[in-house]
Every structure is written in C-alpha cells, then in structure tokens.
C-alpha cells in the first residue's frame, strides 16, 4: 500500500491579501492512492487545490511532482506535466455538445487520434449517461451529469494526478455515491486523486490517507478508515 510520494507539499503558505487562507501546511500524494483533505467549509481546502494548480500565488511553499519542483510553474505546464483539476462548480462549457467538452479536455495532450479515440469510449463506459447525451448541450445535463462530464473531460487529459475539489457538492445522496464508486474504479486503474470535500464521510471511507484542515492548518492525519473512527473527528464532522 505505501508507494512513493508522487507529489510532495511542504511549508505551504497562501493568502488573500492580508487574511491568512492556508498557514504553512505538509502533506503528501502517493502514487495509486486516494488521498483526501478535509475541513468545514472556509477551512482552506480549496485554497490549497488552487495553489497546486497554480492557479492562486503561493506566499511560501515548495510543491515537488515525481522529483521536480512545480512550485513556480503556470497552470498549463503543470496540466501538462499531469496535474489536472476538476474545479468546483464544475465548469463545464455549456453550449458544447457533451462530446465536445470532452474532446476538448485532450486539447495538451501531443499522442495521435485513435488514443483518444480509445479514451474516450473508456470514458463513455465509465459513465453510460455521458454516451446517451454525446450529442446534446452539456447545459442540458443535470447537475451530477455535469459532473461525471468534468470528471471525464478531466480524464481525457490523461492526468497522473486527478485533483478534485467538491465533487458532491450540492448534488443528491445517490448520486454522490455514484461518482465515489466510479472514482474508485479509476483508482483501481491506477490513477492517483487528490479529493478536497465537505463530506467527510464519503471522503474518509474511500480515502487511503486523508488530513483535517481547520483553518488553514493540518490538525490530523492517517488512513481514512482510522480517520473515521476517530471520536474527535465524529464529534467534530459525523455529528458525533
């Protein structure tokens, strides 16, 4: 179960001007793994999403992917080099068709057609909904089917690392467990993730290693299964 750090955050530090969002925290993503961070919201979970993508300054920090110092690097070259992130919201481009969208999130990649090609039927048959809807409006799919198409059209990206942030967000019970048990089938691929999520729960019962943040800072740590027994994060997130 212990693979290498595939990506290593130290020291890291972001604000927004004079308000402290994420104060100097350590954590690691290993490779094969689920890995998540959890906390209320405001608590600095997104925050440090965005850093990672280097979509927000750092104020201090060191972000190391497989060796190499990413800590400076724009967001295109960090999605090339395979860290690619589902934002919040899900942002899908809603006057593109559904297969649109997903053709679009191959837009980095540098390999020949019939790779996509290939890609994209895996991803249609991780989410049969997205196949039946190829042709429509992706502003026509319901809520948890913009997400399974964010979650695609990040696949099709050919990530390393698949960063999530908030995939159950306002979305109902079932489908939220259905997107859990499709991002465990990618995992079981072996595809590393990086989720950021208010539900603690569902995050901690497929999480290999997961952390608490409250504001800003990492208050505990450890496989997700001890994580969700443990009686203060109960107290504090499960309601007791």
Same mark, same amino acid.
Do not use: C, W
């Given at each position: 179960?212990?693979?290498?750090?595939?990506?290593?955050?130290?020291?890291?530090?972001?604000? &927004?001007?004079?308000?402290?969002?994420?104060?100097?925290?350590?954590?690691?993503?290993?490779?094969?793994?689920?890995?998540?961070?959890?906390?209320?919201?405001?608590?600095?979970?997104?925050?440090?999403?965005?850093?990672?993508?280097?979509?927000?300054?750092?104020?201090?920090?060191?972000?190391?992917?497989?060796?190499?110092?990413?800590?400076?690097?724009?967001?295109?070259?960090?999605?090339?080099?395979?860290?690619?992130?589902?934002?919040?919201?899900?942002?899908?481009?809603?006057?593109?068709?559904?297969?649109?969208?997903?053709?679009?999130?191959? &837009?980095?990649?540098?390999?020949?057609?019939?790779?996509?090609?290939?890609?994209?039927?895996?991803? &249609?048959?991780?989410?049969?909904?997205?196949?039946?809807?190829?042709?429509?409006?992706?502003?026509?799919?319901?809520?948890?089917?913009?997400?399974?198409?964010?979650?695609?059209?990040?696949?099709?990206?050919?990530?390393?690392?698949?960063?999530? @942030?908030?995939?159950?967000?306002?979305?109902?019970?079932?489908?939220?467990?259905?997107?859990?048990?499709?991002?465990?089938?990618?995992?079981?691929?072996?595809?590393?993730?990086?989720?950021?999520?208010?539900?603690?729960?569902?995050?901690?019962?497929?999480?290999?290693?997961? &952390?608490?943040?409250?504001?800003?800072?990492?208050?505990?740590?450890?496989?997700?299964?001890?994580?969700?027994?443990?009686?203060?994060?109960? @107290?504090?997130?499960?309601?007791?």
């Amino acid at each position: 179960m212990s693979h290498a750090a595939l990506l290593k955050v130290e020291g890291l530090k972001v604000s &927004y001007g004079h308000i402290d969002a994420v104060k100097g925290i350590n954590f690691e993503l290993h490779e094969g793994e689920i890995t998540t961070l959890v906390g209320a919201n405001g608590a600095g979970k997104s925050t440090t999403l965005l850093a990672l993508s280097g979509l927000l300054k750092k104020n201090a920090g060191r972000v190391q992917f497989d060796g190499q110092d990413i800590s400076a690097q724009p967001p295109h070259k960090i999605v090339a080099a395979g860290l690619v992130q589902v934002a919040e919201g899900r942002a899908t481009l809603t006057t593109l068709t559904v297969h649109e969208n997903l053709e679009l999130g191959a &837009y980095t990649r540098r390999d020949g057609k019939a790779e996509r090609a290939r890609d994209l039927e895996r991803i &249609y048959a991780l989410f049969p909904r997205l196949k039946e809807r190829q042709n429509g409006l992706a502003g026509n799919l319901s809520g948890g089917e913009q997400q399974m198409l964010a979650i695609g059209r990040a696949l099709m990206a050919k990530p390393r690392v698949l960063l999530l @942030d908030e995939p159950s967000m306002g979305l109902a019970p079932i489908i939220v467990q259905d997107i859990f048990r499709t991002l465990r089938a990618i995992n079981r691929e072996g595809l590393t993730i990086f989720l950021v999520e208010q539900n603690v729960r569902q995050a901690l019962k497929v999480a290999d290693r997961a &952390y608490v943040i409250e504001t800003g800072r990492i208050v505990l740590s450890g496989p997700g299964a001890e994580l969700l027994g443990n009686p203060k994060v109960q @107290d504090a997130y499960l309601g007791g």
